[in-house]
């Protein structure tokens, strides 16, 4: 009897100790609670969408091991520095939110930002944990400076050019009656140097390229007749005696010389003739040189052929689009043996004034304008092409230019206008910019409207992802031209 008697008081005891609960639920000691964090500002408070990473720094108080930053909704590994700061790293696609890419209308969007701790007991109410929330911008699109006026001369359309080196420094040549200038830029176009005395006059347009050795690489046209090529091995101070390349035939004018430069000592250049005595017909031409500019031959001519440009790519392939007269198509052909052999041609897309430009995985970005603009892109070196994707811009586009940056954002700077030699308040220099390899792109930007015309567009962007732009603003009833420059602020 006493053994079941025991028996009873053990089971009813051990019953009575499930029961109870002293230490909370589930028999967790919920006597040391973790504090409430305190979240009293973050720096930075906003940031460009996908640019470089960053680091983002909460400043508050009760802040412990362990703690998250929980950014646009996605919770980020913290930097514990102390009780009142963390740190965390943010990536250039953590600022690309989801259902507003892309077509940037409004000009921001807003994130929150807020602090959270880990739990003193499993059962710790979330609430207790997470600091109250802070504001972020994610601006769409970039901002720039207000135009300048650059100390250059300016003698026609399209005489000057900008191009940027390994370091970052910025380099523009332009030519006036007076002869041939340049002018460099060490931080990001704030201050410019003295001008630089290249050659006597003559040359209405000039066309920059780095090589892989930092080199500069100039294409000079000389009274739309000629060609010549000069290069500097010492950032501008000097360069070498001026070499023809070619002398136009029976008249016959220049026009859209572009430079590209491969691998070591590997160079093409690309251009177009309008046919002396034959309107409306032109032809376009390919040159390469296999010793840093020394000797040049021309390997390919094409006929009824005009707007042609190229670029190369981190392999130092030479990718060329140009305009077929005939159709209207752009057309493309590659070479991977540094200009000796080219692929056949192909048609790409529709438009006039190709840009082509390589990005740092070797795809392939053309964008044309004429009516509008129209994008295309390949991923496998020209031989498949993107649907065409049409960006939202103004009716009509001259001087279209592209330029990608290191993450592979591409930019575009171009001149828009509604209606042929009928100004109006539409007309201007404008800027887009795709984050997801040119599927969308950001609304036009209005970057200066034009008094009468603004030509000879060029822009380039820096590793970071500065844009940096200039051109030649045309007065008609002086005739007078006027180089400008802008940059991005963010």
Known sequence: MKKYMLSALIVILFLAFMACDPGGANGEDQSNPNPKP??????????????????LT??????????????????????????????????????????????????????????????????????????????????TNHTFTDPKKLNLPAISHSCADIAINSEGNLFVVSSGNSGLYLIRSTDKGTHWSNRVKISNGGY?????????????????????????????????????DPIKIR???????????????????????????GVS????????????SSDYGVTWKMTRKFLDSEDI?????????????????????VDFIRSTDNGKGWTNRKSITSGHYPAIVSDSSGNINVLAGGGGLIFVRSTDNGKNWTETIRLPCSALTEYVTLSVDQIGNLNTVYSGYEEHFEPSEQDG????????????????????????RYHGIRSVCDKAGTIFVIWIEWKRATNEFTLYFTCSTD
């Open 38 to 55: 305190v979240l009293n500002s973050i720096s930075p408070t906003s940031v460009l969408s996908h640019t470089a990473a960053f680091t």
């Open 58 to 139: 909460c400043s508050g108080s009760s802040y412990i091991q362990g703690a998250v930053i929980v950014f646009a909704d996605k919770e980020m590994t913290a930097n514990y520095v102390g009780s009142d700061e963390l740190t965390c790293t943010i990536n250039p696609d953590d600022t690309v939110i989801a259902g507003t890419r892309y077509l940037a209308n409004p000009a921001s969007d807003i994130v929150t930002v807020y602090v959270k701790n880990p739990p003193g007991y499993a059962s710790q109410a979330a609430s207790s944990l997470e600091s109250e929330k802070l504001d972020f911008t994610i601006r």
């Open 204 to 240: 209405h347009t000039s066309l920059l390229a780095f090589d892989s050795e930092d080199n500069i690489n100039l294409l000079l046209n000389h009274g739309s007749r000629s060609l010549y090529f000069t290069r500097s091995i010492d950032s501008g101070d000097t360069w070498s």
């Open 247 to 273: 002398e136009s035939e029976d008249n016959d004018s220049i026009f859209g010389a572009y430079i590209a430069a491969g691998k070591k000592r590997n160079l093409v250049i690309v251009w177009f003739e």
């Open 277 to 288: 005595g034959d309107p409306g017909t032109e032809e376009c031409y390919l040159s390469r």
């Open 309 to 329: 440009n190229i670029c190369s790519d981190s392999e130092g392939n030479f990718n060329v689009v140009w305009m077929s007269s005939g159709t209207g198509m």
């Open 429 to 452: 220099i404008y800027y887009n910019r795709s984050v997801d390899n040119g599927a969308t792109w950001t609304e036009s930007l209005l970057l200066t409207s034009i008094p009468d």
